[in-house]
């Protein structure tokens, strides 16, 4: 199994609150990386990146994803294991772009645990925010800034593409996702069939026909009763517990090719609850792929 390389993407260019930029030094400070080690993990944060001098947020974000992509297809070809810490989640652009030059610009799978389907595109976004458009760009759709960035666009192909924890979204983004055929695990689809299941129907659908596959995780999926320290905060999200629980079949995957927590707003937590709740996940996730 891989060594993990940690890459801090420090930037909230994406965002209407631009707190999330913060959130990688904060859970390097509450102690991400001794929590890996302490697992027997052998572990290294290599990198913060951090927006320079931008002139609008298109600029910043292709430029943080253009570096991003760069940084992660360098820890995958070296045979890391990457674990990229946001920044808000147009991030992600970089994130997967730069897995799926590594790879060979072969199919990959993703699962997208997030509150929102961060499929909008410029067209249909009532915000014009960057962070809930990642998920389109990388399926193609959306700025040509942001849709180019990598080896070859798409990046993914939506046959591989899963979200799970969806409860807040626009008719736009979810037409273009139902156009595509991705498969949405809403949350009402949760609580009627459980996590567990829809986590194993989420593995059957990123392993086929693919070379492997991703996690991303917007910290928002989870409910700000219990994680308030989000960036977005939706009610009625997924409990912490059941996350955890749920994740247990990817531990150790030897098909997982990366993992992103992202959207992690130190200035909106309580008492550091959305911190170690992330670092949970983090070891949840990472404990058992290297030991020493």
């Known amino acids: 199994m891989r060594p993990i ?33 302490d697992k027997g993990l052998i572990a290294a944060w290599t990198d913060t990146l951090r927006p320079g001098v931008a002139n609008d947020p298109t600029q910043a974000v292709s430029v943080m994803c253009t570096r991003l992509a760069q940084s992660v297809y360098a820890s995958v070809v070296s045979e890391h294991f990457p674990l990229i810490i946001g920044g808000d989640h147009s991030c992600a652009i970089g994130t997967w772009s730069g897995v799926h030059r590594a790879i060979g610009n072969v ?19 009532p915000s014009g925010a960057l962070h809930g458009m990642p998920l389109a760009c990388l399926l193609g759709h959306g700025l040509p800034a942001l849709t180019g960035i990598g080896s070859r666009p798409p990046q993914l192909l939506p046959q591989h593409v899963c979200l799970i924890g969806v409860r807040s979204f626009e008719a736009g983004e979810a037409a273009l996702l139902a156009r595509l055929n991705v498969r949405v695990f809403d949350m009402a689809e949760i609580r009627r069939r459980g996590m567990e ?46 996350l955890l629980a749920s994740l247990r079949p990817l531990q150790q995957h030897p098909a997982l090719l990366g993992l992103e927590l ?31």
């Open 107 to 125: 199919p990959f799978g993703l699962i997208w645990i997030d509150a929102h389907m961060d499929s909008h595109t410029p067209q249909t976004s």
């Open 5 to 37: 390389q940690i890459i801090g993407a420090a930037s909230g260019w994406g965002a209407q609150d631009r707190g999330c930029a913060d959130g990688p030094d904060a859970l390097r400070d509450a102690g991400l990386l001794s929590r890996l080690h």
């Open 262 to 292: 992202m959207e992690y707003n130190p200035h909106r937590d309580q008492h550091q609850a959305t911190a170690h709740m992330a670092l949970d996940l983090a070891q949840a996730l990472l404990e058992g792929r290297q030991l020493l």
């Open 197 to 242: 299941a829809v986590v194993a129907d989420a593995l059957e659908i990123v392993q086929r026909d693919t070379a492997g596959f991703g996690v991303s995780i917007d910290l928002d999926a989870l409910d700000p009763r219990e994680d308030p320290g989000v960036g977005s905060p939706v009610a009625d999200g997924l409990l912490g517990g059941e």
